[in-house]
């Protein structure tokens, strides 16, 4: 309850709330389908995080495949938190802005070679 009281004033939390949210969606997709992939999962997270922001999964299939197949690379727990990461930059780009932790953390987590 604080931590959804603090995040109406913190942007900061609403940060780590939105990419905390992607890292719970990965593992809850991956116990409801322990048989398929993590790129399956990442893709689940994605479409759900779309959904969550109004988008229908429908519009956006092709792109969750294409962006989540760069942290398809990247091992669990990690490859959730930099989709997490990644989404949060593409919808909060005030709060990577503010907050450099954000993209320090992604640039920890990502392969030398992918790193934008």
Not at 28 to 56: C, E, F, V
Not at 65 to 70: F, G, L, V
Not at 88 to 111: C, G, T, V, W
Request: glycine residues 4%.
């Amino acid at each position: 309850m604080f931590k959804f009281l603090k995040s109406l004033v913190d942007s900061e939390v609403v940060g780590e709330e939105i990419v905390n949210k992607n890292v719970k969606t990965y593992f809850s997709a991956k116990k409801m389908h322990p048989n398929l992939k993590s790129l399956d999962w990442l893709m689940a997270t994605y479409l759900g995080r779309m959904q969550a922001i109004g988008i229908s999964p429908e519009q956006c299939m092709a792109d969750a495949e294409y962006h989540c197949n760069i942290f398809n690379k990247i091992s669990e727990p990690q490859n959730a938190r930099a989709l997490g990461l990644s989404m949060l930059m593409q919808e909060r780009p005030d709060i990577i802005r503010d907050y450099p932790k954000f993209m320090n953390e992604i640039a920890s987590i990502m392969p030398p070679n992918d790193r934008n």
